[in-house]
C-alpha cells in the first residue's frame, strides 16, 4: 500500500508533532531517554512546521516562504532556523520571567541532534544526568555540580551540552599508606 498523503500537509504535520509526543512521553516513562529526547525533538520540529504554515495561511509547508527560499534540506531540521519563522513563540519565550521556556528551549535544542541521536547506541551517561536534572528540577533544586575525571572526554561533552559550565578544578592528592609500610591501616576520606 503506497502512502499518499502529502508529508508537509499542515494537518499532517500537526498530526505528527501529536503522536510524536505521544511517543516521546511513552518512551520517557519507561526510561528510554534518548528515543525520548529523539522524538520529542522531532514533535517539536513538526508542531512548529505546522505553526509557520497556519501563521503564512499557507496549507504546505512546502508554499511557506522558508521552504521556497532555497534552504538546505538539514536546515528544515534545524529547531533554532525553524524558530526564527514563529515571532509568537520567540516572544512568548523571551517574555517568560520563570525562565522555564528558555531553560526548555535550550535543554532540547542542545541535546537534540537528529543524526546522533538516531544511531547513538550508548546513552547511560547522559540518560544518568538526565534524570539527576529531572529531579533536581521536580525537587526545587536550582543548580546542580558535577565533576569529571579529565581522561573522561565523553562525559566532559555531554556536560558542556547540558550547559554545565566549567569551573577551577581539584587536584586531589592521595597518600598510599601500604606502599609506605606494609602495616594495617585503614582509609580515611
Same mark, same amino acid.
Given at each position: 500500500? @503506497? +502512502? $499518499?498523503? !502529502?508529508?508537509?500537509?499542515?494537518?499532517?504535520?500537526l498530526?505528527?508533532?501529536? $503522536?510524536? #509526543?505521544?511517543d516521546?512521553?511513552?518512551?520517557?516513562?519507561?526510561r528510554?531517554?534518548?528515543?525520548a529526547?529523539? *522524538?520529542?525533538? +522531532?514533535?517539536?520540529e513538526?508542531? &512548529?512546521?505546522?505553526?509557520?504554515?497556519?501563521?503564512?495561511?499557507?496549507?504546505? /509547508?512546502?508554499?511557506? #516562504?522558508? /521552504?521556497?527560499?532555497?534552504? %538546505?534540506?538539514? =536546515?528544515?531540521?534545524? *529547531? =533554532?532556523?525553524? *524558530?526564527?519563522?514563529?515571532?509568537?513563540?520567540? $516572544?512568548?519565550?523571551? &517574555?517568560? $520571567? @520563570?525562565?522555564?521556556?528558555?531553560?526548555?528551549?535550550?535543554t532540547?535544542?542542545?541535546?537534540?541532534?537528529?543524526?546522533? &541521536?538516531?544511531?547513538?547506541? !550508548?546513552?547511560?551517561?547522559?540518560?544518568?544526568?538526565?534524570c539527576g536534572?529531572a529531579?533536581?528540577?521536580?525537587?526545587g533544586?536550582t543548580?546542580?555540580?558535577t565533576?569529571?575525571?579529565s581522561?573522561? =572526554?565523553?562525559?566532559?561533552?555531554?556536560?558542556? %551540552? &547540558?550547559? /554545565?559550565v #566549567?569551573?577551577?578544578?581539584w587536584?586531589?592528592? *592521595?597518600k598510599?599508606f601500604? %606502599?609506605?609500610?606494609?602495616?594495617?591501616r585503614?582509609s580515611?576520606?
Amino acid at each position: 500500500m @503506497t +502512502y $499518499r498523503h !502529502d508529508t508537509y500537509d499542515r494537518r499532517i504535520q500537526l498530526g505528527a508533532s501529536r $503522536r510524536r #509526543r505521544e511517543d516521546a512521553e511513552a518512551l520517557h516513562e519507561a526510561r528510554r531517554w534518548t528515543g525520548a529526547i529523539y *522524538l520529542a525533538g +522531532y514533535a517539536i520540529e513538526c508542531s &512548529l512546521k505546522a505553526l509557520i504554515c497556519s501563521n503564512e495561511g499557507k496549507n504546505s /509547508f512546502k508554499e511557506t #516562504r522558508m /521552504f521556497k527560499s532555497g534552504v %538546505q534540506v538539514n =536546515t528544515l531540521h534545524n *529547531l =533554532t532556523r525553524l *524558530l526564527q519563522e514563529v515571532p509568537a513563540i520567540q $516572544r512568548a519565550i523571551r &517574555l517568560d $520571567r @520563570t525562565g522555564t521556556y528558555i531553560k526548555a528551549w535550550n535543554t532540547i535544542t542542545s541535546l537534540w541532534q537528529k543524526d546522533e &541521536l538516531r544511531y547513538w547506541d !550508548d546513552h547511560r551517561d547522559l540518560a544518568l544526568k538526565l534524570c539527576g536534572i529531572a529531579y533536581a528540577r521536580e525537587h526545587g533544586g536550582t543548580s546542580i555540580k558535577t565533576w569529571n575525571d579529565s581522561p573522561n =572526554t565523553a562525559m566532559i561533552s555531554i556536560n558542556q %551540552q &547540558l550547559g /554545565f559550565v #566549567r569551573k577551577v578544578g581539584w587536584i586531589i592528592f *592521595l597518600k598510599d599508606f601500604e %606502599q609506605e609500610s606494609q602495616g594495617d591501616r585503614k582509609s580515611f576520606a
